[in-house]
């Protein structure tokens, strides 16, 4: 099967390049081994604070991440992915906020009442031709108190010179919510919504070191959009989304490194407008190691019916804090290490976020998050 001047290319800087965004960019080049991987890893919210909860600090959410993953060819224009994860869920969230005696908005949290585990599984056929490729998915999700079940298909073409890659998929998502009855009442006893998206792109090698790529997406939620387990939660029952994501790849031969920079605008009919930027380094060390520090950093605006003390006369209302106005900076490193037909790969993140950061003016919420999260995986390779 002809290989495309697309991925000699990338077979030049694949060791500083390897991100999923440019797949799409091989995709008249099908499998020629079975890849396996595993990771591992553990989220942990830093606790509230006395100064930001009613009576004593609390511990906050914390979620370990087992997942499996599979990609093989089963013939010679067709491959196979299995994507398998486990969660396990444990810890206290925000419940309501209230006003303090002092006259300050606090946080009444659950209580570390909340468990919860989910398993996903995701299967992909795909098919390669001479230009390009199309792939079907499926993915069930399944939690003590939730239900999913997605489909997407997706599909890219090259141009003829095989510098330039079209892509395109759509998915549609039903789910089934179930809330669990402990220790902090729920706002329904079960649900549905739905979930249609479609996206478009556009990769292009702009030099024999160089790549950026477009993409412009559109989502369509539908039903129960309310969070059931907060007090002051009402939301729309529709939801609709735009978001435009860029992409710039660029491996440096003197320092033996590629740079990253990736934007993404978002925005929607809540009111919500947002701005994520990541900038990152790939460093290759020697033949087998890969050192990547990255910095990201996130902005947006309040929804138009978030508000730290909810009027009860209004239509919507919400004093969740992931609709409140705020900035966040992800600083975090990767190493990466490859031998033979193994590698091996460990993170770290550290996630900050704080009103004053933002770009956007709004109410600060005092249920606002900081994180930690480490990962470790490796991955096996063979005919």
Do not use: C
């Amino acid at each position: 099967m002809r290989r495309s001047p697309t991925a000699s290319l990338l077979a030049v800087t694949s060791s500083a390049l390897t991100l999923p965004a440019y797949q799409a960019a091989r995709s008249d080049a099908p499998p020629e081994s079975t890849e396996m991987g595993l990771r591992y890893s553990k989220y942990r919210e830093d606790d509230i604070t006395s100064d930001n909860a009613f009576g004593r600090g609390s511990e906050r959410m914390e979620v370990d991440v087992a997942q499996f993953h599979l990609f093989t060819p089963i013939a010679r224009e067709w491959a196979f992915a299995l994507d398998v994860a486990w969660e396990d869920v444990s810890g206290a969230s925000p419940w309501f906020v209230g006003e303090s005696a002092g006259g300050d908005a606090n946080v009444f949290m659950s209580g570390p009442s909340i468990r919860d585990t989910r398993t996903a599984v995701s299967v992909t056929t795909r098919y390669y031709y001479d230009r390009g490729n199309a792939g079907l998915n499926y993915t069930r999700s399944d939690e003590d108190d939730y239900e999913s079940d997605a489909i997407t298909v997706d599909g890219s073409l090259n141009s003829e010179d095989g510098m330039r890659t079209y892509g395109v998929s759509v998915s549609a998502s039903d789910d089934t919510l179930d809330p669990t009855q402990g220790n902090t009442p729920t706002s329904t006893l079960g649900a549905e919504k739905d979930i249609r998206s479609a996206w478009v792109g556009v990769s292009q090698i702009i030099s024999k070191r160089a790549i950026v790529r477009f993409g412009l997406s559109y989502t369509y939620r539908n039903g129960f959009l309310s969070d059931p387990y907060k007090a002051n939660d009402s939301r729309p029952g529709t939801r609709k989304e735009w978001v435009l994501d860029s992409g710039y790849r660029h491996f440096l031969v003197p320092l033996n490194g590629a740079v990253q920079l990736d934007y993404r605008y978002f925005d929607d009919d809540w009111g919500i407008q947002s701005h994520t930027l990541d900038i990152a380094w790939h460093q290759n060390i020697g033949l087998h190691t890969r050192l990547i520090p990255y910095l990201r950093y996130y902005t947006q605006s309040e929804s138009r019916f978030f508000a730290n003390l909810v009027d009860f006369n209004d239509r919507y209302y919400s004093d969740d804090y992931r609709l409140s106005a705020f900035g966040a900076i992800a600083t975090g490193l990767r190493v990466r290490y490859d031998i033979r037909d193994w590698s091996l790969s460990l993170g770290g993140e550290r996630y900050r976020t704080d009103e004053s950061w933002g770009a956007f003016s709004g109410e600060e919420s005092p249920a606002l998050v900081d994180a930690w999260r480490v990962s470790f995986g490796m991955d096996y390779s063979f005919r």
